[in-house]
Structures are given as structure tokens and as C-alpha cells.
């Protein structure tokens, strides 16, 4: 599962680099860039349900080989598209809808199906492996290689790569030994997606943190996947080497975080750590606004992702070992859903800001915004009443009921 990952991070980060070329050459403005990065997260976002019954009710690995696939697909028929000249707007936003479907099966069954290959006291460790080799290879390796793909030989072939990388992570879950599969609940589908919201919407401290990460992504990171292109393309007159420099900063920072992690474990007060990890990279976004060229905003991106990083690993541990395993796959696919419900509005809330008040001017709101209320979920009654259920090392904890 590690070996097929990695390899398909490496193609993502090259996607990355091309989706927000193309879609700046197909339409200069900011707007265009943000239709299709929102087509991206909606179904991604509104699916996220659906698919968490799904990775509870089928082999995970099947689920993760069916979004593969579909992915694939997807991907490749756009790079045919590229090459033939025929690329629109349009088709390129339906490719990132289908694309956004399958992630929401996809994110749902992987991180469901780790605890399954690994014992529970281990959970941090690998969560920080996985998180490392996908940012060496999404977020370092892959952008910097995008870039340079793109100024070289065109687009058409970085949509070509990532197309293959889904093949090569096919094959590799092909050869993964199904170590279980989910147990049969005896209920209906319907009956399945109502105890899965009932067990978030009993679960305080899911919900508090669900509250403030929704309004965090909303105002910080769902605008920037529109801001930071923008900023070094249009403002800053950056290529699309710097364009993947600025992208592999930031994925190099990642990796540090993940091994920092991975080396140290989780904290003594690991909510606390999470959200005030948060709170600093939100920051970091509002400084770009001053940013005077590339260099600057790639040391601010690697500061920003870094940070959003190592409180995300945290999280994601805290999740696994805290949610009962037969209920994990629907409540980690509603944690998705809460969390980035508001992000196709904040990309395109995103694209408005930078046409309307300036590019600056939009980094400095999003940032200074999500960092004060990443700040104040640490104060929300019952959120650091988990930092009890965790225990001083947390990631080891068992699971946890609503409360």
C-alpha cells in the first residue's frame, strides 16, 4: 500500500502543476482556475457520505482500486485531449468532478484500512510514514518535476504521467494480501449513514473541531489553492518552474513535518499542539500577502505546510485510535465532509477576493481570518477534554464512545 501510494503522490504532484496551468491558459482569470478546482472538491465534499457506507460495507481494497481505476481514466482522456488541441474549460471541469468522486471513496477507504496492517500503538508512526513519502513525492518531488514537465515538453504528457502512476498503484493493491474485510452490519445502507452521523453528531469534541476546521479551510486553505498560483503567476510574473518550486517548498517542509513525528510521536497535549499548529500557519498564508518574490512565498508556503502537515498527522491518529473500526470508514468519510464542506465556496470565494480586492490583499484576509479561529477552537468547551481520552502519548488510546 506504501510502495503504490508513493508512486501515485508523484503523479499527483505533477497533476497539481498542470491542472493549474492549463486551466490559467485555457482562461487567464482567476475565476476559471477556481471553477475548476471547486468541481474538484464538490463531489468530493457532497459524495463523502456515500462513500464511507461504501468502504464499510465492500473490501476496502476493492474501493480503492475501483477510484484508482476511475481516476485514471479520467486523467488520461484529458491528456489525449491536451495533445489533440481540443481542450475547453468545460471538459477540464468535468474531469476534476469525476475525479473529486472517486477521491471521496478513495481518502475514506485508505484511511480506514490502515489500522487493519498495523497495531494501534504503531498508528502514528505510520500515519507519519505515509505522510512523509506522500509529501517527498506530491508535494516535493512531484511539483518541481510538473514544472518542468510542463515548460519542457507540454502539459499533455504531465496528465499522461499521473495516469500511469494510477496504473502502477492498481497493480500494487493487486498484489496486497486482503488482510479482512468490514463486517456485515445487517442493516440497509440508509441505516448504516444514520448511525454514522449519529455517532458525530454525539461525539462533542467531533464536533466542535468539525465547527472551527470547516470555517479554517473556508477562510485559509481552500482559497489558497487559487491565491498561490495567482500570486506567482500573475503578480510575482513566475514560470512554471517557479510555479513548481514554489509548490516543492512547500512538500519539502511537509516531509520534515512528517518525520519530526515520526521521530518524536505525539505530544503530551496533542490537541492543544494540533490546533495551535493550525493557528501558525494561518498565519504564515497572511504574510504572503507582503511576499516581494517567489523565493519569499516558497519559504512562507514551506513554513505554512509544514505546520497544516504535522497538526493533520495528529489528527489523523487521534481519529484512528479514538473511532470504533466498524464505524471508522463512515466517520472519517463525515470528518472529510464537515471539515471541507465549505471548500468549493472558499475556492471560488477565493477567486472573487483576488479580483475584487487584490491578490495581497485576499491572502492577508484568509490568513489572518483562519489562523484567529484555529486559535479559538482550543478554547471551545470539550475539545481538550480529548486530550484526557488520549492520554499522555496519545496515539495509542482505545476507542472512544459518543459522549
Known amino acids: 500500500m506504501w510502495s503504490g501510494q508513493s508512486v501515485s503522490s508523484l503523479g499527483d504532484g505533477i497533476f497539481t502543476i498542470a491542472l493549474a496551468l492549463e486551466a490559467l491558459r485555457i482562461d487567464h482569470s482567476a475565476t476559471g482556475l477556481a471553477f475548476v478546482l471547486a468541481a474538484r472538491a464538490v463531489p468530493?465534499?457532497?459524495?463523502?457520505?456515500?462513500g464511507g457506507v461504501v468502504v464499510d460495507r465492500v473490501p476496502r481494497r476493492l474501493a480503492m482500486l475501483v477510484s484508482d481505476a476511475v481516476r485514471g481514466?479520467?486523467?488520461?482522456?484529458?491528456?489525449?485531449?491536451?495533445?489533440d488541441g481540443k481542450l475547453e474549460l468545460d471538459e477540464l471541469v468535468v474531469m476534476s468532478a469525476v475525479f473529486g468522486t472517486a477521491d471521496a471513496v478513495f481518502g475514506a477507504a485508505a484511511m480506514a484500512y490502515v489500522p487493519e496492517l498495523v497495531p494501534a500503538e504503531l498508528l502514528v508512526q505510520a500515519n507519519a510514514l505515509s505522510q512523509t513519502s506522500g509529501q517527498f513525492a506530491q508535494g516535493l518531488v512531484g511539483p518541481a518535476v510538473g514544472g518542468l514537465v510542463v515548460a519542457a515538453i507540454g502539459a499533455a504528457w504531465s496528465f499522461g504521467i499521473d495516469a500511469l502512476s494510477f496504473a502502477v498503484s492498481s497493480v500494487t493493491l493487486f498484489a496486497m494480501r486482503?488482510?479482512?474485510?468490514?463486517?456485515?452490519?445487517?442493516?440497509?445502507?440508509?441505516a448504516d449513514a444514520r448511525e454514522g452521523l449519529a455517532y458525530v453528531r454525539h461525539t462533542r469534541w467531533l464536533v466542535a473541531s468539525l465547527g472551527g476546521a470547516a470555517l479554517a479551510n473556508f477562510f485559509g486553505i481552500a482559497p489558497l489553492a487559487v491565491l498561490l498560483p495567482v500570486l506567482v503567476r500573475h503578480v510575482l510574473n513566475g514560470g512554471a518552474v517557479a510555479l513548481g518550486l514554489v509548490f516543492a517548498a512547500g512538500g519539502a517542509a511537509g516531509v520534515v513535518a512528517s518525520l519530526v513525528v515520526a521521530r518524536l510521536g505525539p505530544p503530551r497535549r496533542q490537541v492543544t499542539v494540533t490546533w495551535t499548529a493550525y493557528c501558525l500557519g494561518g498565519l504564515a498564508i497572511?504574510?504572503?500577502?507582503?511576499?516581494?518574490n517567489v523565493w519569499v512565498v516558497g519559504v512562507l508556503s514551506a513554513l505554512?505546510?509544514?505546520?497544516?502537515?504535522?497538526?493533520?498527522?495528529l489528527w489523523v491518529a487521534m481519529m484512528q485510535s479514538l473511532v470504533p473500526k466498524e464505524v471508522l470508514g463512515r466517520v472519517s468519510s463525515l470528518v472529510y465532509r464537515f471539515a471541507f464542506a465549505l471548500g468549493p465556496l472558499g475556492i471560488l470565494?477565493?477567486?472573487?477576493?483576488?479580483?475584487?480586492?487584490?491578490?495581497?490583499?485576499?491572502?492577508?484576509?484568509?490568513?489572518?481570518?483562519?489562523?484567529?479561529?484555529?486559535l479559538a477552537v482550543i478554547f471551545i468547551p470539550g475539545v481538550r477534554d480529548l486530550e484526557q481520552a488520549t492520554g499522555e502519548k496519545g496515539g495509542g488510546a482505545a476507542a472512544v464512545t459518543p459522549e
Not at 362 to 374: D, E, K, N, R
Open 286 to 292: 497572511a504574510l504572503m500577502a507582503a511576499a516581494p
Open 44 to 50: 468530493a465534499v457532497f459524495l463523502a457520505l456515500a
Open 349 to 374: 470565494a477565493g477567486g472573487v477576493a483576488a479580483t475584487a480586492i487584490g491578490t495581497r490583499a485576499a491572502f492577508l484576509l484568509s490568513g489572518a481570518v483562519s489562523g484567529g479561529i484555529c
Open 178 to 190: 486482503a488482510r479482512s474485510r468490514p463486517a456485515a452490519s445487517g442493516h440497509s445502507a440508509l
Open 73 to 83: 481514466l479520467a486523467v488520461g482522456a484529458i491528456a489525449l485531449l491536451i495533445a
Open 304 to 313: 505554512e505546510v509544514g505546520l497544516i502537515l504535522y497538526g493533520d498527522v
